[in-house]
C-alpha cells in the first residue's frame, strides 16, 4: 500500500469514525460476550483444579459400617494406584442449645505414615486446635461460633452421653478454616437430628475415643494430574474404585470370619426359639379356639334338643288339655244323663212308693176293715200297726192271734148261749114255749148266730184270711221290699253318681293340675333353656374375648419380638455384611452441583453468545458494505489514479480487519476477565470456600471468534469493494443512480393506501423502498430482542422448576422416611397419619430405577414411585398435563411418565418401557404423560406394581402437607420424628427449595449478564443502524429541513420508518425468542431437570419494552444528531 | 417597494484560529415582484447569501428583512416557520425525494403550508400533469427540476429562491427552466432570487447582484429585461 493511501485509510477511519467505532463496539461485544462466556467455565474449573490439587483433596473417602482397623488401612495403602491414604475419625453431633441443629465433627487431617496430607485444611481466622479440648468450625454464613467460643455437644442418641466419642463434650473454638471438602454453603445430609447438617468442625484426632478408625481418605496416583471433573478423571477414579472394592471385600471377609459367625448363630438360635415359642403360643390360641367353637356348636345343638323337647311337651300340654277338656263335656253329658235316669227312676220309685203307701194305706184299712169286722179294736189295730205303714206276717200273725183269741171269746160266749139257748130251749120245750118268743131266746139265738157267724168269720179268717192277708201281707212286702230296693237302687244310683261326680271332679281338678303342672314345667323349661342359652353364649363370648385380647397380646408380643431380631439381626447385618462406602468427591457437599452450575454456564455459552456473535456479524457486516458502498467516489478517484484494485480491496479489508481486530482484542480484554469474574462472583455466594478465580482464556472459542469476525468482515469488504471495482471508473465517480422509486404492493390494495395519511405512505414506502435496510433493522432488532427474550425466558424457566415443582406438582411440606418398610412398624403409621400438624399424608416408596425403552435408557435421577393410596397420593402429588392441566390417567392400566423423562426415552402414552427396579425387570405400558421439572418419575399404582413385579410394594416414606391454619415448626417436627422409632430421616421441602433457590439466584447473574450484553448489542445495533439510516439519507433530511419541516418533524419523518421497523423487529424477535429460547432451555437444561416451558407474558412485554426503550434512547440521541444536520448540505452536489 | 433588505450583513466562519469571510458587508433591496440574479464565481459568497435569505444559515453581523421582519433576529424555530411559509426553494440538483412520486413531493411541501396550491395544479402550471404519477427515476433532468419548481411554488412563497437551478442541466433544458422561472415571476408576480455563476444569464433579470469575495461587486437594475429566449450563452 502506498503511503497516500495508509493515510487516506486512517482518514477514512477518522471520516467515518462512528461507523468504525460501531463496528468495533458490536464486534467487541460480540467477540467479548461470546469468549468471556466461554471463558467462565474454564476459569471456574481452573480454580476448583487449583484448589483440589493445592489441597490434595481426597479422591475417596471411605466410610465402614464397622470403622477401620490398621490392616485395612494397611490394605488400602497396598492397593494398586492408590497413592495416599489417611485414615480419620468423624461423628455427627448434635449442637447443645441449638433446637437438633447437627455437627458433622472430623478430626484435624493428618498425614498418616509415609502419605501425604489429604485435604488440607486452610485457616482463615485463628489457629489449629492443640489441645484435646480445642475446636476449629468451618467457615460459613454459620457464625455462632467464634473464636473464643465454646462448643458443647449432645449425642443424637437419646440418654447416651458422648464418652464413647469424644473425650470431652465441650470444646473451645480456636480457628476458623477451610475444608476442600466443603466447597459451598452445603453441609450434606445426616440421618440425626434435623436430618441436615448445619455445620463442620475439627478437633484433634486425640480427642475421639473411638477405638477404630471411621472414615479413611484415599488419593489415587494417577487421579493427581487429572482435572477434576473430566471424563479422564472420572474413568481412571472409578477403576481405582474397582480395586479399592477388591480390596474392601477381602477386609469384609476377613472381618466376617473373626466376628460375625457366633453372633449370627446366637440370633438364629433366639429366632428357633422365637419360631417355636410363636408355634406353641399359635397351637394353644387355635385349641382354645377350638375349644370355644365346640362348645359353641354344643351349644346350638342342645338348645335346638331342648327346643324339640319343649316344643313335644307344649303339644303334649295342648293335647291333654283338649282331652280334658272333651272328657268334660263327655262327663257332662253322661252326668245329665245319668241324673235325667235317676231322675226318672226317682219319679218311677216315688210313683211305686206313693203306690205302695197307697197299697199299704189301703191294706191297712182293709186289714183294719177286715180285722175291725174280726173284732179287732182300732186301738187294736193301731197299736199292732202301730206307726208302722204296714204289718209284716208277724204282725198278722199276732193279729190272727188276736183273732183267735177274740174268737175264742166268741166261741166261749157261743158256748155260753148255746148254753143259755139250750137251757131257755130246754127251759122253753120245758115250758114249751116256744123259744122263739123268748126274747132272750131269739136275743141269744140272734145272738148265737150272730156269734157264730163272727166266729166262723173269725175261723174263716183264721183259715183263709189269715192267709190270704198274710199272702197279701207278703205281696205288700215284697212289693214294698220291691220298691224299697229300687228306692234303694235309686238311692244307691244317686249315690253312685255324686259318688261318680266328686271323683270325676277329683279326676279332672287332678288332670287339670297335671296339666298346670306340665304347663309350669313348659314355661320354666323354655326360661331355662333361654337362660342357658345367654350364659352360655355369654360364657363363650367372654372366653372368645379372653382369647382374643390373648391373641392380640400374644401377636403384639411377637412382632415385639420379631422387631426386635429384625433389628439384632439388622444391626448383625450390618456387621456380618460391613458394608464399606466408597463415597467419591461427587458425594462432597457442593462438589457436583460446582459442576452442574459450571456447565450451566458453559451450555450457555454455546448457544447464547453464538447466536449473540451472529446479530453482531450481521449487523457489521451491513455496516461495512454500506460503507464501502459510500465510498463510492473515492474508489472510483484511487482507480482512476491508477491504485490497483488489490490494494484498494486491501484498504477496505484493512478497514474491516482492523475495526474487527480491535474490537475483538478490546473485546476479549474487557468479556474476558469482567463476565467470568462477575459469573464467578455471583457463584461466589454459593461457594464462599473457594479462593479467587483464576482466569483462563478460553483459547479456542477466541480464535474462533475473532477468525469468524475476522473472515466475516474481511470477506463483506472484499466482496463489495470487488463488486465496485467491476465497475469503470468513470461509473464510479459518477454518483450511485438514486435507488428508484417504486410502488409498493400495499399501493394496489387501494382501499387500504386510500385511507392512509401522507406521511404513512411516504412511510410505507420508504420502509419497503430499503429492502436491506428493513431487513438489517428488522433482524438486527429481532436478534437483539431474542437475545432478550431468551434471557428474561431463561431467568423465568428456571425460576419455574422451583415454582412448579414445589408449589403445584410436589406440594408436600416434610418428607419423613422410615427405616423399613412401615408394616413392620405400624406405630410410626397411625402416628404419622394421625398427626394433627398435616393436611394430608401419603403413604409411597421411592426407589431408583433404570428405565428403558428400545436402545434408550435412563438410569440417574430417575425414580418409580409406587403410592400406597392414589388417591393420598394424588392429594399431594399434582400429576397433570403441562399444556391442558388436566389430571394425569393414573391407574391399573398403566404407570405415568413424567415428561423430561419421557421426552429422553421417546415415549408416549400407549408406548411399553421396562423399567428395572434392583434388578427385577417389568415391562409396562405408559398410561400417560405427566408434567414435572426435576429428576424423571414413572409413577405406579400398588396394584400394578404387585402384578409387574410380583410383589406388594413394601411403603416406607411419608409425605405430609402441613395445615395451613397452623404455624409449622419444621425444627419441632423435624427432631420429634427423628426421635420417633424407625425413622430415617426427614425433610423438608423448604430446604430443597432454598438450595435450588440459592442455585438459581446465581444463575441469575448469568440471567443478568446476558440481560446486559442483549441490552448492550441491541443499542449498538439500533445506534449504528439509525445511524447508517441518518448518514444515507442526510440529503433528504436537509432538504425536508429547507422545506421548513420542523425538527420534530423531520425527526418524525425519519422515526417513523426507525419506529416501525423497529416494531416489526420486536415482532420477528418475540417469534424468534421463543425459538431461541426452547433451543437454549434444552441446550442449557441437565438431564433430569426440565426448566419451565411457559413463556410468561412479562417475557415479551419486558423483552419487547427493552428494546423500545433502546429504540426510544436511540432515537433521542438521534434527533440530536438530526437537529446537527445542515441544510447546506441540501445544496451540495450528489455524490 | 422592497420585499428583500440586506443591511449590511456579514458571516463569518472560525474554523480554528482562522477566520473566513464568506460574506463581508453587504447590502442590498430586492423588490417585490421582481427578478434578481445573483451573480459570482465559486466562492464568492453567493451561496451564503442564498442561505442567509432562505433562512438555512444566520449572519454573524447585519440585517436582513425580509417583507419588512427582520430575519437575522430570529429564533431557530422561527426561522423553520420562515421557510415554511415565506420561502420556495429550487436546488441545483433538484433534491426531490427518490422514493415519492412528481405529485407526492409536491405535497411533501403543501402538507406543511396554511394555504398551499393543490398539489395537481401546482405540476399543472409547470405543465407536467401528465408525468404527477412518475417517480423522479422515470423524469428527466429538466422535468425534475420542474417538480422541485412546483414544489417550491405550491407553498405560494414570498420569496422564491433559486440555487443554480441550470446547473445540472444542458441548455436547451436550462432555457426552459429559466423560462418557467421568468414566466411565474412575470404572469404571478413571484419574487424570484436566482444565483448563478453564468453571467450570460444576467440579461433576464430586473436586478442583477455581482459578487466577489464576500462583497457585492456590483448591483444594477436591468430597466429592460429581455426574455430567455432572446438570450444567448
Known sequence: MSKMLVKNFFRDIKKTRARFISIMLIIMLGVGFLVGINSTAPSMYAVVDEYYKDSNLMDFRLISTVGFTQEDVQALEDTEGVEDVMPSYFADVLLSGESDKVARVYAVPQAYGDSQLINSITVVEGRLPEKDNEIVVGQSDFSDYPVGSVVKFESPVKDKDLSSTFVTSEFTVVGIVTSPMYISFERGVTNVGSGKVSAYMMIPASSFTIERYTEVYVTGTELDSLAPYSAEYENARDELGLRLELTGEKRKFAFSEEEIDSAQASIDEAKLSFENKKQKAEQEIEDAQNQIDEGRARLQSETAKAEKDLQDAKVQIESGRKELADKKSQYITETAKAEQEIAQGEAEVEKAEAEIADAKAQMKEEIYSQVSALGITREQFDYIYGDREMLSVSDVNRLSELVRLYKGSVDARILGLRTIIREIEAVCSLSGTDPTTVEEYTSSVNRLDELTAESAKLEEFLTTGKTELINAVEVLIDADAEVASSRQKLEDAKAELAQGKVTAQQEFEKAEQQLAQAEKDYNEGVAKLEKTKVDTTLQLDNAQKELDSKKKEAEREFSKAEKELRKAQKELDSLANPIWYYNTRDDNPGYSSYEDNVERINAVGKVFPVFFMLVAVLVCVTTLSRLVEEQRADIGALTTLGYKKKDIILKYIAYALSATLIGSVVGIALGVPVIPTVIYNAYRILYSSLPSLILRLNLGSAVVAILVAMACTSAVAFFTCNALLKHKPATLLRPKAPKAGKRIFLERIGFVWSRMSFFAKVTARNIFRYKARFFMTVIGVAGCTALIVSAFGLYSSINDVMDKQFGEIFTYDVIIAADDSVEYNKELKEKVFADSRFEHTALCRQTLITVKCGDKEVSSDTYLAVPESIKDYTQIVNLRDRKTGEKANFGNSGVVVSEKLAKNLGVKSGDKITVEENGVEAELTVSDICENYMYGYVFISPELYAQAFSVQAEFDLFMCTAKESVPFDEDKVGSEYLDTEGVLGVSFISGSIKSFDDMISSLNYVVLVMIISAAALAFVVLYNLTNINIAERKREISTLKVLGFKNSETSAYIYRENILLTLFGVAAGLVLGVWLLGYIITTVELDMVMFGRDIHAFTFVLSALMTALFASLVNVIMHLRLKKIDMVESLKSVE | ?233
Not at chain 2, 164 to 191: S, V
Open chain 2, 1 to 233: 417597494m422592497s420585499l428583500v433588505e440586506f443591511r449590511d450583513v456579514k458571516k463569518y466562519y472560525t474554523m480554528g484560529e482562522v477566520t473566513i469571510k464568506a460574506v463581508d458587508g453587504i447590502s442590498f433591496d430586492i423588490d417585490e415582484g421582481s427578478f434578481t440574479v445573483v451573480v459570482g464565481s465559486s466562492g464568492a459568497g453567493k451561496t451564503t447569501v442564498l442561505n442567509i435569505l432562505g433562512g438555512m444559515d444566520t449572519c454573524t453581523e447585519g440585517q436582513v428583512l425580509v417583507g419588512g421582519r427582520d430575519v437575522s433576529s430570529l429564533s431557530d424555530k422561527e426561522l423553520v416557520m420562515f421557510r415554511r411559509y415565506d420561502i420556495g426553494f429550487v436546488f441545483q440538483f433538484y433534491n426531490l425525494i427518490q422514493n415519492l412520486t412528481a405529485k407526492e413531493n409536491v405535497e411533501l411541501a403543501t402538507q406543511i403550508c396554511r394555504n398551499p396550491m393543490d398539489a395537481s395544479e401546482a405540476l399543472k402550471s409547470v405543465e407536467l400533469e401528465d408525468r404527477m404519477d412518475n417517480f423522479p427515476s422515470q423524469l428527466s433532468g429538466g422535468e425534475q427540476q420542474r417538480v422541485s419548481i412546483a414544489r417550491a411554488l405550491a407553498k405560494r412563497p414570498k420569496l422564491l429562491l433559486c440555487d443554480e437551478p441550470t446547473g445540472a442541466l444542458d441548455d436547451n433544458t436550462g432555457r426552459t427552466i429559466l423560462k418557467l422561472l421568468q414566466r411565474k415571476c412575470r404572469e404571478d408576480g413571484i419574487t424570484v432570487v436566482l444565483i448563478t455563476h453564468n453571467s450570460a444569464i444576467t440579461p433576464m433579470a430586473d436586478r442583477v447582484i455581482r459578487m466577489g469575495s464576500g462583497r457585492i461587486v456590483s448591483n444594477t437594475v436591468n430597466e429592460n429585461p429581455l426574455s430567455v429566449d432572446e438570450i444567448e450563452w
